[in-house]
């Protein structure tokens, strides 16, 4: 739907709202027009009903708003005195409109006294559920949201089973832009492997400013914009249509932004033709070939001397391929048992058809790739059949089906086709980044997909609250300590901060029992 379509739809429920509730207003003593005004009529029902005006804001929260719609319509009936189940059933049921009934056929008396304690325990439970969810809902979609790093990808960085703690606010929370969801879930009903959504209607693409831009190294959460787990190692074919809000998360670290241009030379990333220069934290991996002696035990490798993935590549577990970092290397050329260890390189020129843009004129490989342009929001460059590999995917999807333009390229002959017109330009409608994971030779990243758009970023992480290493035995064991609460960015190794939130939370139990002890 776009914003005309919306408008609309705005303004029929403000007439059905008027229609339904205007004797209502009347009998609460207030005036008929008072319940046609948009927004304006919010604020009042809220004073009828005896809610705080900030309920208003909750109404106009995409999610937050699905929860908040039937807790109005069933407070709105109790307020005048429709309090029975059967009530409320009707009230939900109807979605609302059972008040438009007691509108017009009821003689109703609007409860100035009401008392908005609930009468039973139950109706207790679900009134501290419903504000619970709202709460948290509130809180994930705009402030801050848990994610777990299920792949290797950004190893020795953040480590498989680490939980990370997501800011929404550094870049700008992001409006949900999918308006049918169940709150707090994804794309997936957990244990139910069902769809957590309906695609249609979707709202436009609308961010709150954040108080930080995204910079080189950043390590940033955001939404796969292919999205296809059909053929990973091909994503420009068969990925699925997701809302963009709904996309698989990942988490990479931002190589190059807009406007940098980018190359690996020998596995070496330049920007802007120099080294890049990667923060202490860091860890860079690839991949070796490893001979040994004799079969090795592969889980205490990959504990004693810190590989991130070990396999074999023979029956005889003698010969294994391992991705590790150069500290990782060192140590494991000292095992006794080990003959040789050969870097695996991808030679320049030697074409991998998995790589952007998945066109046979650019023999590119995870080790000699580019050199290639970040789109930049406002820069226009030339449109040619050499370049439209690059820019295709953006102007037909990024910034043309996702936002609600049909837009479509051919090539005919020597000339490029928009929508059946000749294009020789494009200007970018928004910011493009590059993202990879520094896990080197075992990460699906930006060399294999390409950019990614502004509007697929959903945060910044910056706290690991929990980490589990499932490689070993017993919960204790499981748990990595030394990582619980320790910051993702900075300088220097990572310093838990756990005994200063247990502290934390001690503090705030006391002074709570000292003021519930203060008002009894």
Same mark, same amino acid.
């Given at each position: 739907?776009?914003?005309t379509?919306?408008?609309?739809f705005?303004?029929?429920v ?5 229609? &339904? ?14 319940a ?19 309920? *208003? ?8 708003n ?9 407070e ?7 309090? *029975? ?12 409109l059972?008040?438009?009934?007691v509108n017009y ?88 492997? *069902?769809k ?49 809000d709904?996309?698989?998360?990942y ?23 120099e080294?890049?220069?990667l923060? &202490? ?15 090795l ?8 001397y ?18 590790m970092?150069?500290?990782a290397?060192e ?5 006794p048992d ?18 952007f843009?998945?066109?046979?004129r ?17 820069v ?5 059949p ?44 928004q ?12 990460s ?23 980490s ?10 499981k ?42």
């Amino acid at each position: 739907m776009n914003f005309t379509a919306w408008l609309l739809f705005f303004l029929f429920v403000q007439l059905v709202h008027f229609a &339904c509730t205007w004797k209502l207003y009347i009998a609460a003593g207030r005036k008929a027009w008072e319940a046609a005004i948009p927004v304006y009529n919010a604020i009042v029902l809220m004073k009828i009903i005896h809610r705080p005006m900030w309920w *208003t804001i909750l109404l106009f929260l995409p999610i937050i708003n699905l929860i908040m719609f039937p807790v109005i319509w069933v407070e709105t009936l109790r307020s005048f005195g429709k309090t *029975t189940y059967k009530d409320t059933f009707l009230g939900i049921l109807t979605l609302g409109l059972y008040i438009g009934y007691v509108n017009y056929t009821q003689d109703v008396t609007h409860r100035k006294e009401r008392s908005l304690k609930p009468k039973s325990k139950s109706g207790e439970w679900v009134s501290s559920i419903l504000f619970a969810v709202v709460a948290a809902s509130i809180i994930h979609t705009y402030f801050i949201q848990p994610f777990t790093i299920p792949t290797s990808s950004l190893e020795k960085t953040l480590l498989v089973g680490d939980y990370l703690f997501v800011s929404k606010l550094h870049y700008g929370p992001r409006a949900p832009m999918t308006t049918l969801s169940l709150p707090m879930v994804h794309d997936t009903v957990p244990g139910l492997n *069902t769809k957590s959504y309906i695609n249609k209607p979707q709202l436009p693409y609308i961010r709150i400013p954040g108080f930080q831009k995204i910079k080189r190294n950043d390590i940033v959460v955001f939404n796969w914009p292919v999205d296809t787990l059909v053929d990973i190692n091909n994503p420009a074919k068969g990925h699925r249509i997701k809302p963009i809000d709904k996309k698989s998360n990942y988490v990479k670290r931002t190589v190059a932004i807009p406007g940098d241009s980018l190359e690996i030379v020998d596995k070496q990333v330049y920007i802007n033709g120099e080294v890049i220069d990667l923060p &202490c934290r860091a860890k860079l991996q690839y991949s070796y070939l490893i001979t040994s002696t004799k079969p090795l035990n592969l889980n205490y490798i990959a504990e004693r001397y810190d590989v991130t993935d070990i396999f074999p590549v023979t029956r005889e577990y003698t010969t294994f391929q391992a991705f590790m970092t150069d500290d990782a290397l060192e140590r494991i050329k000292n095992h006794p048992d080990v003959d040789k260890v050969i870097p695996i390189t991808n030679e320049k020129g030697k074409a991998d058809s998995s790589m952007f843009p998945q066109d046979s004129r650019y023999p590119w490989n995870v080790d000699n790739f580019g050199p290639i342009y970040i789109p930049k929001k406002g820069v226009t460059v030339s449109i040619t059949p050499e370049s439209i590999p690059f820019y295709k995917r953006i102007i037909e999807v990024y910034e043309g089906r996702e936002m609600g333009i049909n837009n479509k390229i051919s090539v005919l002959d020597d000339e490029v086709l928009l929508n059946n017109q000749p294009i020789t330009e494009y200007t970018f409608l928004q910011d493009y980044y590059w993202m990879m994971g520094d896990n080197r030779h075992n990460s699906q990243d930006a060399r294999n997909w390409g950019y990614v758009p502004f509007n697929h970023v959903v945060g910044k992480p910056v706290m690991v609250f929990m980490s589990m290493n499932n490689r070993v035995q017993g919960i204790g064991n499981k748990i990595r300590w030394n990582r619980l609460f320790t910051t993702v960015h900075g300088q220097g190794e990572p310093v838990s901060y756990l005994y200063y939130v247990i502290a934390g939370i001690v503090i705030l139990i006391v002074v709570g029992e000292v003021r519930k002890r203060k008002k009894k």
